[in-house]
């Protein structure tokens, strides 16, 4: 299992050997417009810095796309073609074809979408492309509600949670879609979840991902200190706390079913996290208790998992 | 018009700099375990280097403030562990092992490295103990001829005629002062004030006086001169020198509450001798290292606490009776204890075949006739000679500080500092600014896994020492205090790319950090802070 910032020992996490100095100063990645804080940037950055220039980016509509640069100015290194909300998954697939035919087989496309545009608006496409298994890989941003258009609730975001669609008194009351399962149901060959505090675990799975081909599919946590009611500095202290308190589970899932936990997560700093965020500042106990509840089960789901590794789980069976 | 609109320009011109309302400094602030080292070790910075196995590097750090560390790492207090912020978390990281490693590591494999030539300065050190050491060995390696003097046969001073073998081994302490004296010319038997005067010392350029304090207190009580009774330093002394003691099933009774008189009593124990203890407070208030009473405690040794001799007699046969009162403990006194005041009439008696004196040892000055004492113990010796005016620097137990070897150590690396800036005819250059010293708060605790303490203090000492690996371990717990450790957190976790990292550390481009304080906050050690503007 991969150890995260803990070792043994205690030692300050060195968090990961990068070069992204060198690959970073070849550009201008300065100025940007995310505000203070944003996770969505530092996720972006570390993930360029794995993928490199042979990479074209396209993102629909959502805070990358409004922060990456005021037109005709771009912070991006790689190319970066904005797209309809809903299309995001279609015209990657296009750019895929139209790269392969020109012979550029090599070039990554990352699909760099929020959760509005992968959990709820984009759902239908990105099924179809995963059920081709397109040769795209899928990344999802998810700071867990429509951000940028003034913090409305999306099907990511978690239950009893406050946004300005589900306000005190009308909490959601829905809990956030299990994502992995969905994709796992398509059967692609990869899909993980990661943390931007967790920066080993995440650029190995980015490296992962980029070594396979088809479908690869990555969720990753983003932190947003105005959407979220947060300090901007507790960006990746909230990152570090939604991991281990199980509520954002770090694990891959290979071709659909073998499941596999990248950090034991302690099950500490569950009431931290939610006491740092203003959004969950409205839930009652008893909510608070349901979530954790879920929480809890879930991560029991996946330890079950990981453990009968090797075996093959039937999709949709309970372990 | 192209097919499709393209950004061609990049985003550098939104100085996003002007968003911040506070800024990002990187000051290291000073790691409590260095502040509160007496000799002025970088502690931070030699564990630092274990971390990355530089052993050698370690040693040299580590020599540049102490060149005695296989000695401290036995015998040193270490104040630096008591105030090491781990203390509170888990377990203080145990220094002392590390010091002693290091210490090892240096009589084993220490490159013997060339000597500056002398320059033809010359400097005269009295006393060879750790302050006369340190003075010495620091001037030699500036390039000042050193004669050193002492009245004993071997130099160490209480290293090698008080602290007692089995806290410190003799090959040990010889193989570190062999280093130590090399390049240095040391006359052993001399005394000052008997074998050479002042008169000797004239053509000397400066001259350090570290004579310690050896002269035991007395009892100042009826018998305290009657054969069987002595002083405690006395009975290490000649332990220490190799002569056969008899006490084997002697009843010893040690009078004191110091280290000396916790060295007393294990020794004489060691000797096979019943040995009681009698200190004039209780256990709380006796003046010896910590660990030294623990140890002391945990060997059949008998305390009598609360007690005060009042009177020894001696019998026919040699045999000694001591007659002592009881106390109990009063208001504290100017030193913070409790005042033991005697209880009328409770007098009671103690057989004894000896009775070792060790409430303490004052400095012997009588080479000086015309010395001054302050009140606060400080010695003047301005006016003792117009032939040594402005060149006469003193150091180790003559100075009213603790008397440690560490506080020795630091003194006399102190004295060589004045003595070398006032050879340049320089003022003294302080280098060791402090700023402010990072205390618990300054740790983010989340990067820090709580160890089991019992079970990782057994493992760490199993086998007396550590080994590479577990040094290495050990130093890999240190949170680095208040300084940067390198681990590049500031500069992954900008969403800005606003932390510039190059070979001499990391700095922030404010010309575009927003001031979000992530950098701050993930900070493990606390060397970076967010200040408003
Ligand atoms: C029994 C005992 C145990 C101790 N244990 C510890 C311990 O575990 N840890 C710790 O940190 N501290 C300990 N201390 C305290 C520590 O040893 C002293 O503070 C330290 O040694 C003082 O160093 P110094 O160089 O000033 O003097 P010293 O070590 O006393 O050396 C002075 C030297 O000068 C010589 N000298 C004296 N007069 C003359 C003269 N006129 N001419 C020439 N030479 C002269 C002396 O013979 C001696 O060799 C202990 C002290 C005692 C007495
Ligand atoms: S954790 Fe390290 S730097 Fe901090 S006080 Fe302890 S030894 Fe010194
Ligand atoms: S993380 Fe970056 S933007 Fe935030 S305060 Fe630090 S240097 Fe500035
Ligand atoms: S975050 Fe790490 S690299 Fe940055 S100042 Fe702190 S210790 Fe140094």
Redesign the pocket.
């Known amino acids: 299992m991969n150890q995260g910032p803990h070792s043994a020992a205690g030692r300050p996490a060195a968090a990961v050997a990068m070069t992204d100095y060198e690959f970073c100063s070849q550009y201008d990645l300065y100025g940007h417009m995310a505000c203070p804080g944003c996770g969505e940037k530092i996720l972006l950055r570390h993930i360029l810095n794995v993928l490199g220039p042979e990479t074209v980016i396209v993102c629909p509509a959502g805070c990358a796309a409004v922060t990456d640069g005021v037109f005709p100015h771009s912070i991006s290194p790689v190319p970066f073609l904005h797209v309809p909300f809903d299309a995001t998954p279609a015209a990657a697939a296009g750019v895929r074809a139209g790269l392969d035919l020109s012979g550029r087989k090599h070039v990554t496309v990352l699909a760099w979408a929020g959760d509005g545009a992968t959990f709820d608006i984009g759902m239908g496409a990105l099924s179809a492309i995963a059920e081709r298994n397109e040769n795209i890989l899928y990344v999802c941003y998810d700071n867990e509600a429509y951000m940028n258009t003034g913090i409305q609730r999306s099907s990511a975001t978690p239950y009893g949670g406050w946004s300005t669609t589900t306000p005190k008194g009308q909490l959601k009351a829905e809990p956030k879609k299990n994502i992995g399962a969905i994709m796992a149901a398509h059967r692609i060959p990869y899909f993980a979840s990661g943390s931007p505090a967790f920066l080993d675990d995440l650029t190995a799975k980015v490296a992962q991902a980029k070594r396979l081909s088809g479908l690869r599919f990555l969720h990753l946590l983003s932190p947003c200190p105005p959407g979220w009611k947060a300090d901007p500095r507790d960006g990746i202290t909230l990152a570090r706390l939604a991991v281990e308190s199980r509520l954002f589970p770090l694990y891959e899932i290979i071709e659909g079913t073998h499941y596999r936990l990248t950090h034991e997560s302690s099950g500490a700093g569950f009431d931290e996290y939610l006491q740092l965020q203003g959004r969950f500042r409205y839930m009652s106990a008893g909510d608070r208790r349901i979530l954790q509840a879920d929480a809890d089960r879930f991560y029991a789901q996946l330890t079950l998992r990981h453990n009968r590794n090797g075996e093959t789980t039937v999709i949709g069976e309970e372990p | 018009m192209p097919e499709l609109a393209v950004s061609s320009g990049s985003m550098s011109w939104n100085k996003t700099g002007s968003w911040r309302s506070s800024t990002p400094l990187h000051i290291d602030k000073t790691p409590p375990c260095n502040f509160n080292c007496p000799a002025g070790e970088n502690i931070r910075g030699y564990i630092d280097l274990l971390k990355h196995y530089q052993t050698a590097e370690a040693f040299e750090l580590l020599t540049s403030a102490n060149p005695l560390p296989a000695v401290c790492g036995r015998?040193?207090?270490h104040p630096c562990q008591a105030h090491c912020n781990r203390h509170g978390f888990d377990l203080a990281i145990q220094v002392r092992l590390l010091e002693k490693f290091i210490g090892d590591w240096g009589l084993e494999q220490a490159p013997t490295k060339p000597l500056p030539q002398t320059s033809g300065r010359k400097v005269a050190v009295?006393?060879?103990?750790?302050?006369?050491l340190a003075a010495a060995y620091y001037l030699r390696r500036k390039g000042v001829a050193v004669t050193m003097?002492?009245?004993?046969a071997l130099p160490g001073?209480?290293?090698e005629y008080?602290?007692p073998a089995y806290?410190l081994e003799k090959d040990v302490l010889q193989a570190e002062l062999t280093r130590v004296l090399t390049g240095i010319e040391f006359h052993p038997g001399?005394?000052?004030?008997r074998d050479f005067d002042i008169g000797a010392l004239v053509e000397y350029d400066a001259v350090f006086l570290?004579?310690?304090?050896?002269q035991s207190k007395r009892l100042h009580i009826e018998g305290e001169n009657i054969p069987g009774v002595e002083s405690g330093?006395g009975f290490?002394q000649q332990l220490n020198s190799g002569e056969k003691i008899d006490v084997q099933s002697h009843n010893v009774l040690v009078i004191g509450g110091g280290?000396?008189a916790c060295?007393v009593a294990r020794s004489a124990y060691r000797l096979g001798a019943h040995v009681t203890l009698l200190y004039r407070r209780t256990e709380r208030e006796m003046p010896a290292?910590a660990e030294e009473i623990e140890q002391l405690r945990a060997e059949p040794i008998h305390c009598e606490f609360l007690v005060a001799p009042e009177r020894i007699t001696r019998a026919e046969n040699g045999t000694l009776t001591l007659t002592a009162i009881r106390m109990k403990l009063g208001e504290p006194d100017e030193s913070g204890r409790a005042r033991p005041v005697a209880i009328e009439g409770s007098q009671f008696t103690l057989i004894a075949d000896r009775i070792f004196a060790a409430i303490g040892?004052d400095p012997?000055v009588s080479?000086f006739p015309n010395a001054q004492q302050h009140d606060d113990g400080e010695f003047d010796f301005s006016g003792v000679d117009a032939r040594l005016a402005g060149k006469l620097f003193v150091?180790?137990?003559?100075l009213p500080n603790p008397?440690?070897?560490?506080?020795?150590v630091g003194s006399g690396r102190l004295a060589a500092e004045k003595i070398l800036a006032q050879l340049r005819g320089e003022p003294l250059v302080a280098h060791d600014c402090v700023v402010e010293v990072a205390g618990p708060e300054d740790i983010n605790y989340r990067y820090f896994t709580r160890i089991n303490a019992v079970k990782w203090q057994t493992g760490l000492a199993a086998g007396g020492a550590l080994s590479e690996q577990s040094a290495h371990a050990e130093a890999e717990r240190c949170f680095s205090c208040g300084v940067c450790s390198k681990c590049d957190n500031c500069f992954n976790f900008c969403p800005d790319l606003a932390v510039i990292k190059s070979a001499g550390g990391y700095q922030v481009n404010l010309e575009y950090c927003k001031g979000c304080g992530i950098c701050a906050a993930e900070c493990p050690g606390g060397s970076l802070r967010m200040r408003q503007q």
């Open positions: 015998v040193c207090f009295i006393g060879a103990g750790p302050a006369g003097y002492d009245d004993h001073g209480i290293l008080g602290i806290r001399m005394k000052f004030g570290a004579t310690g304090a050896h330093l290490l280290n000396t060295d290292f040892e012997d080479f150091g180790g137990d003559l008397r440690t070897v560490p506080h020795a």
